[in-house]
């Protein structure tokens, strides 16, 4: 008899979200951090398949490489949470949502963003799980 595979704590309360932004995806940074263009490094708390590419949807957390923006933020590594994808991802309710680009929002290693404000919407599942973004944000969808 093997080991009886426990579910990790609070996994089966996230939404099951398709994801659309494998690592070296570059993104728009939809605050005012001074950030314009960052490429996603890695997941926070990924484990994986052998050779296979991590990816992130909507409400991730990733590591990120900030590639344009302020001389005082090219080439920082930071955290970043997604809150838009192109590709099709299924609502609880049913519904397929998809948005016109990918992008994401820099925050700190606990989830506060570092801008005071938000462009763009901001997509449901991602103001859920984090409280922080949904009272920066202008719009969520």
């Keep these: 008899m093997g080991k009886k595979r426990v579910r990790k704590k609070g996994a089966h309360l996230l ?4 994801k659309g932004i494998p690592t070296n995806c570059r993104l728009l940074c939809s605050d005012n951090s001074g950030g ?3 490429k996603v490094i890695a997941l926070v ?3 994986g398949r052998l050779n296979r590419l991590p990816s992130a949807g909507v409400g991730s957390m990733v590591v990120v490489s900030v590639i344009k923006g ?3 933020m090219r080439r920082q ?6 809150i838009r ?3 099709l991802f299924l609502r609880s309710d049913g519904r397929w949502i998809q948005f016109e680009d990918n ?3 820099i925050t700190s290693p606990v989830g506060e963003p570092k801008g005071s404000e938000i462009r763009g919407a901001v997509a449901k599942e991602a103001a859920e799980r984090w409280p922080r973004l949904a009272s ?4 969520v969808v």
């Design 15 to 18: 939404p099951r979200i398709s």
């Design 36 to 38: 314009k263009i960052l």
């Design 45 to 47: 708390g990924y484990k």
């Design 70 to 72: 302020t001389p005082e």
């Design 77 to 82: 590594i930071v955290r970043a949470i997604i």
């Design 85 to 87: 994808q192109r590709k």
């Design 103 to 105: 992008a994401a929002v």
């Design 136 to 139: 920066v944000a202008s719009m």
